[in-house]
């Protein structure tokens, strides 16, 4: 009778580990296939994992695995490090005559019927500007109180989850409302005039990595809105649910190519969706800048009936 091997707690943890290890080794081959660009957005879930199974391996005496985990833990932690420190000078305070701006960043949900909450989020968040996405005509109806506020608007409104407005208590000019990439979702640039100061915001919303094809396509839009801000001479923010983190390559190359930061550098992770799933939990959400602008504060507001957490900037227009 042949015999039969039982599987122990080891065997199993061990086998787990690895396949968690392998997982985050492979999100450096993020540029190659869009599966490898995937497993790129979990790098604080790889690591929170490979420190439990280190730690709980080494209990077991398993000094090579632990090891191993504990080094490719390492690997992961050093990726996420730069999310706690700037890259932008810190020292300066509020400049005279210049007082802070805020801005935000939403996407709403296109099924969120929730509008109480999305006027609550709004009211509390008393930003100067902001940008809405997956915004409805009948969404927009049903917020249309907020004109009262904010006066100037400009609108590209669609019943799939690519409609976009962006909404604010200043003048607008210069508006465009383009298409990224070949016929790619639509992209909304307006000049924000506050006083004698003047910045321009463009919020997008690429393609979500769904497929080949849609990752192609999304990749293919970042490539374009790193051109379009390399084009734009005033301070610059840059506002959208970029369906792709921090860690991609594909996000390293759109803040290589544009010349932009990224806010969330000196406030942490700041996960941003999906709301409903914790242990998934990553920054989609970004507001990006250009040199001209100064980041005061960076914060994630609270749900809002959207499966995304808005996203919340304070800001100043800088001389340099």
């Not at 199974?53 to 209990?59: G, N, Q, R, V, Y």
């Not at 802070?100 to 930003?127: G, T």
């Not at 849609?214 to 490539?223: D, I, K, P, T, V």
């Not at 594909?250 to 996960?271: I, K």
Request: charged share 15%; proline share 8%.
């Amino acid at each position: 009778m042949p015999q039969t091997r039982s599987v122990s707690l080891t065997g199993l943890l061990t086998a787990a580990g690895l396949i968690a290890g392998l997982a985050s080794l492979t999100a450096f081959l993020g540029s190659f296939w869009w599966i490898f660009e995937l497993t790129s957005h979990f790098r604080v879930q790889y690591a929170l994992t490979l420190i439990i199974f280190s730690i709980t391996l080494l209990w077991l005496r398993q000094w090579r695995v632990s090891a191993t985990l504990a080094v490719i833990a390492l690997l992961n932690l050093v990726v996420i490090a730069p999310a706690f420190w700037p890259d932008q000078p810190t020292t300066s305070a509020i400049h005279a005559g210049k007082p802070p701006l805020r801005a935000l960043l939403a996407n709403v949900n296109l099924d969120n019927l929730d509008h109480d909450r999305i006027r609550r989020l709004i009211a509390d968040a008393h930003p100067d500007v902001m940008v809405l996405l997956e915004i409805s005509s009948g969404l927009i109806e049903r917020l249309g109180d907020l004109r009262k506020d904010y006066p100037h608007q400009v609108a590209e409104l669609r019943d799939d989850p690519f409609g976009i407005v962006v909404l604010s208590r200043h003048p607008l000019s210069a508006t465009q409302i383009i298409l990224l990439g070949d016929s790619g979702p639509p992209a909304i640039v307006a000049v924000v005039t506050v006083g004698n100061r003047s910045f321009t915001v463009i919020g997008a919303h690429p393609w979500p990595p769904i497929s080949a094809e849609f990752a192609e396509g999304r990749n293919r839009q970042l490539a374009e809105l790193a051109h379009l801000a390399r084009q734009i001479q005033t301070p610059l923010l840059v506002m959208g649910d970029l369906n792709t983190s921090p860690w991609s390559p594909y996000f390293a190359r759109l803040l290589a190519d544009s010349g932009l930061h990224d806010s969330r550098r000196g406030h942490g992770v700041q996960p941003s969706w999906p709301v409903s799933l914790p242990p998934l939990w990553t920054p989609i959400d970004h507001v990006l800048f250009s040199r001209g602008i100064r980041i005061l504060q960076r914060q994630i507001a609270s749900a809002m009936g959207s499966d995304h957490y808005p996203v919340i900037v304070e800001f100043q227009i800088t001389d340099s």
